[in-house]
């Protein structure tokens, strides 16, 4: 094994940085979740292109498939009431594990994943949705690959696609929630060591699989009657204070 180089060094302080800056983002929704919000954690798996690998002695084009593995705080404003819509925001961790190879990059680091959902179907058992995803990731190697293990990459990836979600309510206060998710992402990769040099992946499909369970608030119960099944507004309690006072 040999010594980390300086820029290895520096890769993984500002990918420690990052990966605290994203926890401290998931503390302040969990901090800041309104009433009718849920908050949770999530495991995901989906496959992922690198915009280059490390195949042998060098750096390759477009590398090969890798599985990556997440997991994070997941939070959603709309789990259960009978409304149209819902604002999910995944953020965690992720990390590439080559399908093939000893010597490919392991890269790892932060995820984010921001999803507005449609209810198809919505009664007090499930919810059903469809809806438009955009995520973005920033991934890091430092000293991990090629002689020596000297190799040094950054991997930044955009994209967006359509998500499809499935809420299961196990009691008033308990989700597990399944959703399957293509992204059409773009891939960029920025190598330090031994060659300094960027990669770009361009645009491709990746295919996601994510399971996520939630603790609901208390105000966050199907009701046909304040929510999306009677007036749509959602200013039933307004109105009733009207007519009070």
Known sequence: MGSKSGNGV???RA????MARALTLAITLAVATPASAGLGGYVEYGLVQYAANWMDDGFVQDGDQAHAIGLGVAWDDNLAMDKLLNYRVNIGLRQLIPSEGDDELHLTGISGQFTLGFGLVRDERMRVWLGPSIGASYLICGDCAGPGDNADAHQASIGLGPEFGLNYHLDERLTLSVTARYTFESTAQKVYEPVDTIFDRGW??????NFSFFFRADDDQ??????????????????????EY
């Open 10 to 12: 520096r890769n993984e």
């Open 222 to 243: 199907f009701d046909a009657d304040s929510g999306g099944g009677g007036d749509d507004d959602g200013y039933d309690d307004y109105d009733d204070y009207d007519d």
């Open 204 to 209: 491709h499909g990746r295919p996601s699989l």
């Open 15 to 18: 990918g420690g940085v990052a």
